[in-house]
């Protein structure tokens, strides 16, 4: 740096210091060939720049056409069918990163689900069918369904942290399973 730039630098260093002066001064201190050579990787840069740019916009219109496909999916499930258990993952990319889309539709078998260790066991399919279609038809089966769905999560709790009851429940839910397939 020449010494007149020098001084210029030092008497602006009270004031404030505006970037592109400092970047003018600098560039005018470059050889022709210096100043060749940092306008192509500039170029480059700016290239880089864009074409990442142009990605992320692609990602996150496939990222967006992606969700709305789940979501469309999804509604086909869930109107042509029963009521009984669906879960529908999709994994989208987007221009932020990667984004995994759940959908879940219908109500858990909490103690048929912690007794048998699976929601599609079919003993566990088979009396949520039934609560589907038979128990929730009836003034006392919904009344039993209301009371479940408070009561079924701790009981399912319990029956966790106590495994050693799951074989005797399982074989209690078993036999209703068998006297609700004949009715």
Known sequence: MTNQKNNELIATKNKELIPTEILDSALSNLTIEQAQFLSGKATEEALRLEVKARESM???ELGRRETLDHIDAWNDLRLNGR???????????TGSGDRTIESKNGAACFVATSAFCSPNDPTVILLRE????????????KRFIKWYYTNGPKLATFLDNKSYFKPFVRQILRL?????VKK
Not at 130 to 141: N, Y
């Open 58 to 60: 692609l990602d996150s």
């Open 83 to 93: 009521t009984t258990r669906h879960k529908m993952t999709t994994k989208a990319k």
């Open 130 to 141: 039934f609560r589907d279609i038979k128990l929730s038809k009836t003034s006392l089966g």
């Open 176 to 180: 209703i399973a068998l006297l609700v």
